[in-house]
């Protein structure tokens, strides 16, 4: 069906207010025109006591770990034990990676995500299909020894061969993992890697108190962690290194993903406020509860203006990949913070952190038509407000324009 119309009882452009009995009428696969009854084109779908609104933006997956039916361990245990349950899981489980990854997409398309930003490890080809949502495959890079950096690249560099930069509804982008296990002189070869083929990065940054001992003073779990898998090298970290030191790699690169980033200090929070058209944070919110770490830096870090884009995380720190729950738990949690604040993050804020705000995150004129309804209080004045208080999961999505769940229109 390459022309239609869609009505619901309200439609959130994002970019404008909420528009109560609003249309939008949808043309080869992208957004005609959004506004009141009056702009219908036939055929015209009339939803019911929904809200209709775009596309959820999930910034941070592990989709290798959909198969997961419970989280990992117990609820805040340190994140280096943690790393101990996901290496044995690992190599416990008999899942093929590419069913777990389907499976997650599937479960992220049922909860209304239309985009994705996914760490691929180096087991995980693309997974991509006009049936999924669209992503940026993150090809996660670990190597924390100088002497394993030139074949840890040459690696690399075969996977890029092997994956085009892009592929049907998905890019490649870098992912160096964590600064535990990347070197800093690899981190500096991926950048310039990054630059050269224009492909955005994402790492994991400033995600624990261990990390920072780590980093502070080259001792505490995390150098355990490396000395009993054979990982360590003592040189890899000057004493004193700050996330800082890694944002100002980061920065070189043409768009950067700061994942969790749960102890930035201000002067780092400052540094990613003054680069925020190419740097933006990945913020997990019930992750974050997971592993009950301090008070996220969130009021900070908006105050300051850094971009805040939400991800779920992996099921193995979560118990699902729905990012409306993600919005619902940060506006149980934030409570000072306005629905529509919310609203930005898990659409247009987080299509901006991966470098496809002109493509999707909002109801424009031209842009995908990658949309999602979710039931409302037929009586609510306050939509966005009503979904983010709400239970009800996502009724439909559409994917460019084609209705994926459920698969027909009721009416």
Not at 101 to 125: K, M, P, Q, Y
Not at 145 to 150: E, F, H, P, Q, Y
Not at 294 to 306: F, H, N, R, T
């Amino acid at each position: 069906m390459s022309r239609f119309s869609l009505r619901a009882r309200w439609v959130l452009p994002v970019e404008r207010p909420a528009i109560a009995g609003g249309t939008v009428v949808v043309s080869g696969g992208r957004i005609e025109s959004v506004g009141d009854a009056s702009i219908a084109e036939p055929p015209l779908y009339d939803l019911g006591d929904v809200v209709l609104m775009p596309g959820l933006v999930n910034v941070h997956t592990h989709l290798e770990f959909s198969h997961l039916e419970q989280t990992l361990g117990k609820s805040g245990m340190p994140l280096p034990d943690w790393i101990r349950l996901v290496i044995a899981s690992r190599r416990r489980s008999d899942c093929d990676p590419k069913q777990a990854i389907r499976a997650g997409l599937e479960e992220s398309r049922r909860n209304g995500v239309t985009t994705l930003g996914e760490i691929a490890t180096g087991t995980c080809s693309i997974v991509s299909s006009d049936e999924f949502p669209r992503q940026i495959s993150y090809q996660e890079v670990i190597g924390f020894s100088a002497a394993r950096i030139d074949s840890v690249v040459g690696d690399l560099e075969h996977r890029l061969f092997e994956q085009p930069a892009t592929v049907r509804h998905a890019s490649i982008g870098l992912s160096p993992h964590a600064p535990y296990t990347v070197h800093p002189q690899l981190l500096e070869r991926l950048v310039d890697l990054a630059s050269r083929q224009q492909l955005p990065m994402a790492m994991h940054l400033a995600e624990s108190h261990e990390e920072l001992e780590l980093l502070a003073t080259v001792s505490g779990p995390f150098r355990e962690l490396l000395e009993e898998r054979s990982m360590w090298d003592g040189n890899a970290i000057p004493p004193g290194t700050q996330p800082l030191n890694y944002l100002q790699a980061l920065a070189r690169a043409p768009r950067a993903l700061v994942v969790h980033g749960n102890y930035l200090k201000p002067v780092e929070i400052e540094y990613l406020a003054s680069r925020r058209e190419r740097m933006s944070v990945a913020y997990c919110p019930r992750t974050h509860a997971f592993f009950r770490h301090s008070e996220y830096p969130l009021q900070q870090m908006l105050a300051a203006g850094v971009r805040v884009a939400l991800g779920t995380d992996s099921r193995a720190s979560n118990p699902d990949l729905s990012l409306l729950e993600e919005m619902r738990y940060l506006a149980r949690r934030h409570t000072t913070l306005d629905p529509s604040q919310i609203l930005e993050m898990g659409t247009l804020v987080g299509a901006e952190a991966l470098g496809w705000e002109e493509q999707i995150g909002s109801l424009r004129p031209g842009k995908w038509a990658d949309l999602t309804a979710v039931a409302c209080n037929p009586q609510s004045k306050e939509p966005v407000a009503d979904i983010l208080s709400g239970i009800a999961a996502p009724t439909k999505t559409w994917l460019r324009g084609r209705l994926h769940q459920p698969a027909r229109y009721e009416n």
